[in-house]
């Protein structure tokens, strides 16, 4: 089955400097993979996805995210955080049943310091 | 065009009564998922509804119970709530296409108290 952990629950940064929210993922083969955010009050919204398509993926609001096979990882990064950027993010894995059923990691809660 | 709508909001009921929350799915959508996510946890899939049947089912208890309609709206209703059921509960849709492209509603905070 596949699986996602992400390694650290809460992240701080200051406005300007970069994201990195890390993310690794447990399969046995090449899977696909996700970056979801959530505003509060806010629908969950899906920032980017790989394929296998392209290791390197760019989402909306300037993030991206690289598929590291050899380090089993899908960090999030952004050069430059903004304000807005504070939420949650989720790394997130199809299955273990169909493709339209997800597995969650646990979340990393982001803030952002003026 | 509206996306994926949820209701109600927030609600609060005690142990042992029943609840029945909505989700109305993004025009064009007919398959509808529900998740359950507790305080400072991410999102635990419920169940999966399409062609108005249960077609994918999570951990959860027979408690939890769902419907679809056809016209692909659909209601979570849970039995004899118990206070650890207090959790956001999602409401996603997806195309006929989409295998993993899903649109989530913004939730319906349930408190038991």
């Known amino acids: 089955a596949q699986s996602v952990t992400q390694l650290d629950s809460h992240v701080s940064v200051s406005e300007g400097t970069p994201v990195l929210l890390r993310c690794n993922y447990s399969s046995s083969y090449s899977p696909s993979l996700f970056w979801y955010v959530q505003h509060p009050n806010k629908g969950l919204q899906l920032l980017l996805k790989?394929?296998?398509?392209?290791?390197l993926v760019k989402g909306i609001n300037g993030f991206e995210a690289e598929f590291k096979k050899s380090e089993t990882s899908f960090h999030l990064t952004k050069p430059s955080a903004h304000m807005s950027d504070a939420a949650e993010y989720f790394c997130?894995?199809?299955?273990?049943?169909?493709?339209?059923?997800?597995?969650f990691g646990s979340g990393t809660q982001l803030t952002v310091l003026p | 065009d509206a996306g994926v709508t949820q209701s109600p909001t927030h609600l609060i009921k005690t142990r042992g009564q029943q609840v029945t929350l909505r989700c109305s799915p993004k025009s064009g959508h007919d398959t509808v998922s529900w998740y359950q996510q507790a305080l400072g946890q991410g999102p635990q899939f419920i169940f999966q509804y399409y062609e108005e049947e249960e077609r994918q089912r999570g951990n959860f208890p027979d408690r939890f119970s769902g419907h679809q309609f056809p016209n692909y709206s659909s209601e979570l209703n849970v039995n004899a709530l118990l206070l650890g059921d207090s959790a956001l509960y999602l409401c996603?849709?997806?195309?006929?296409?989409?295998?993993?492209?899903?649109?989530f509603g913004a939730g319906s905070r349930l408190t038991v108290l």
């Open positions: 997130v894995v199809p299955g273990p049943g169909s493709a339209r059923q997800l597995t």
């Open positions: 790989y394929t296998s398509a392209a290791t």
């Open positions: 996603a849709s997806s195309p006929p296409s989409g295998a993993n492209v899903l649109t």
